[in-house]
């Protein structure tokens, strides 16, 4: 018992509470797996954005990778494109070096950004916890506030017998001018590769 609880205490040691729904997001700037630096305020056309904290090697993140892909395709030209974002230490966790990061948008064909949050600072700011965690964040005026937070759906191991898509349901919401009506669902998935004190 005590061992899980140091491991547990070791998985969260480093997560704030992080934002809350309702929040405003503080800007970021971060680095594209083309070089690019990207962040919120860059793109002027978008409503939103649909913020995955994702990565190369957790089981979870890969199954999830092809319904992150078609979460773009459907809500990009409506206004709420993908970024992806990287946190895990690639020294615990060398596959999500930013080479490989790198390799994989290649492999993968990303039509989104694929993000190095190097400094794990983001995700910090978030409180993201897990790969994948999920949030859709609302353009008021020259701000972001967050409009959901969890789990894109509620059937990891098939995108087909998923019967609750919070994600989808939640930008169908936004777009239509209603307010996000499941905006929080609990994100399962590897935990976030901390950088060790």
């Not at 098939?158 to 499941?182: F, H, I, R």
């Not at 929080?184 to 004190?197: F, M, P, S, Y």
């Amino acid at each position: 018992m005590a061992m899980l609880l140091a491991v547990l205490l070791m998985s969260t040691r480093f997560v704030s509470d992080g934002y809350k729904v309702g929040d405003t997001v503080a800007d970021f700037k971060l680095k594209n797996v083309d070089g690019t630096s990207i962040s919120l305020a860059g793109r002027k056309d978008v409503k939103g954005y649909i913020i995955a904290f994702t990565c190369n090697t957790c089981p979870v993140a890969k199954a999830y990778e092809s319904r992150i892909v078609a979460l773009n395709e459907q809500f990009a030209p409506k206004g709420y494109p993908v970024l992806a974002i990287q946190s895990n230490d690639s020294q615990r966790s060398p596959g999500d070096s930013y080479s490989a990061m790198q390799q994989r948008a290649r492999a993968k064909s990303y039509p989104f950004p694929y993000l190095h949050d190097e400094s794990q600072a983001v995700a910090k700011a978030f409180g993201a916890t897990n790969t994948p965690h999920m949030f859709v964040v609302k353009k008021e005026g020259n701000a972001y506030k967050v409009a959901y937070i969890g789990a894109i759906d509620n059937n990891q191991r098939d995108a087909s017998a998923a019967d609750k898509k919070y994600v989808e349901q939640a930008v169908a919401e936004l777009l239509a001018g209603k307010p996000v009506t499941t905006p929080t669902a609990r994100a399962i998935g590897c935990g976030i590769k901390w950088r060790d004190a």
